[in-house]
Nanobody, 129 residues
Framework: QVQLVESGGGLVQAGGSLRLSCAPSGRTFGISTATMAWFRQAPGKERAFVAGINKSGSSSTGLTFYSDSVKGRFTISRDNAKNTVSLQMNSLQSEDTAVYYC????????????????WGQGTQVTVSS
């Protein structure tokens, strides 16, 4: 069973930055073999896609993809040597307050939660205004 473990959440003022990280635990799982993504869920709302980075192997699709609400402010990246995926969040706003989840999928450009097989437990991000 693959478990994903998130870290880096916390409390930050509006306009500030945070960096989230995600790494697999349990059985060996290479993140370069999966499309990795971050989702978030605010109180009373459904889980929503934030950012994704495609797995290696396709030259016909872009590497990263974002929701419109975070494009230009958030950056997803992958370190294959460390087997981690990160989400750099800049210019944070109160609307970004949510629990952030890391997830892994076998599909390219997957944006819906049901396309993702493995999930982390989530890390809280709170932006104070």
């Amino acid at each position: 069973q693959v478990q994903l473990v998130e870290s880096g959440g916390g409390l930050v003022q509006a306009g500030g930055s945070l960096r989230l990280s995600c790494a697999p635990s349990g059985r060996t799982f290479g993140i370069s073999t999966a499309t990795m993504a971050w989702f978030r869920q605010a109180p009373g709302k459904e889980r929503a896609f934030v950012a994704g980075i495609n797995k290696s192997g396709s030259s016909s699709t872009g590497l990263t993809f974002y929701s419109d609400s975070v494009k230009g402010r958030f950056t997803i990246s992958r370190d294959n040597a460390k087997n981690t995926v990160s989400l750099q969040m800049n210019s944070l706003q109160s609307e970004d307050t949510a629990v952030y989840y890391c997830a892994a999928s076998r599909q390219y450009n997957a944006r819906i939660s049901t396309d993702y097989l493995y999930w982390g437990q989530g890390t809280q991000v709170t932006v104070s205004s």
